[in-house]
């Protein structure tokens, strides 16, 4: 399993949000510099378990994901979608307890006029 790893819930229609692009990028510099790492799409149960291949090992730093929510929302219908994308910025330190340190799941509960997020486990 991928160490950050992410499930989208369609809110609004009540089931999983498959079909969601979703970028994973690495902060690089204080510039406001990118490196992006990955891309995945969303299954049929909303998730992107496979964004990093399992065994990488996740540096400290910040992380951002992108959800395409407009494509999305264009595919099941709903038009007038008012967030583009969704970006959501975390940050990787490395604590004391060696289990959270391993895996980072970030859901997104997704409906055309807003959204929230959690540290998932």
Do not use: C, M
């Not at 989208?8 to 498959?18: E, F, H, I, K």
């Amino acid at each position: 399993t991928s160490p950050i790893t992410t499930h989208v819930l369609d809110t609004s229609r009540g089931q999983p949000a498959a079909g969601v692009r979703v970028d994973l990028e690495l902060l690089v510099d204080d510039n406001d510099s990118w490196s992006k790492l990955a891309s995945g799409i969303t299954n049929l149960d909303g998730r992107v378990a496979d964004l990093l291949p399992s065994g990488f090992s996740l540096s400290p730093g910040v992380y951002r994901l992108t959800f395409h929510t407009r494509d999305y929302f264009a595919t099941v219908g709903t038009t007038a979608a008012f967030y583009r994308r969704i970006r959501i910025e975390f940050e990787v330190f490395f604590d004391a307890s060696p289990d959270r340190r391993k895996h980072y799941h970030v859901p997104l509960l997704l409906n055309p006029f807003g959204y929230s997020t959690y540290r998932g486990s």
